[in-house]
């Protein structure tokens, strides 16, 4: 029987696979059946998710410098989120457990909160600099 840990890396990786395919396979920037950022339709300001989908399409074709123009703050993030499956999968399938101690202060959540909030209202400001942070 397999373990809680073991079939939720299993589901996950499938599921990390299948949409790593897919925006290879139909880039984001390229394709019109993607979904469309809710809040960005209602209000014409940019959430800090938007772009995410071009960026990641454009970082699994190697296009570093255009993911960055989509979505800066996603770039950044999938280093840390890279590290914590790493760690969730280290655990999964060893005995000797690593805690992410980092990922669980109390100050590193503030601060991501912070710097999300930042990216939000400084990526809607219509000039430059700011303008090169919307996607």
Request: overall charge positive.
């Amino acid at each position: 029987m397999l373990s809680k840990s073991v079939l939720q890396i299993t589901i996950v990786s499938i599921a990390v696979t299948g949409l790593s395919l897919l925006y290879f396979l139909f880039p984001a920037s390229t394709h019109d059946f993607y979904p469309k950022c809710i809040f960005h339709e209602m209000t014409g300001y940019y959430c800090p998710g938007c772009g995410s989908q071009r960026a990641a399409s454009a970082l699994l074709h190697g296009r570093f410098g255009q993911a960055l123009g989509y979505n800066l703050l996603f770039v950044i993030s999938v280093p840390f989120i890279l590290y914590s499956a790493f760690i969730f999968c280290w655990n999964a399938f060893s005995a000797e457990k690593r805690r992410q101690r980092f990922f669980q202060s109390p100050v590193f959540v503030k601060t991501v909160l912070v710097i999300v909030l930042l990216f939000f209202i400084v990526r809607n400001i219509p000039v430059m600099p700011f303008r090169w942070l919307a996607p």
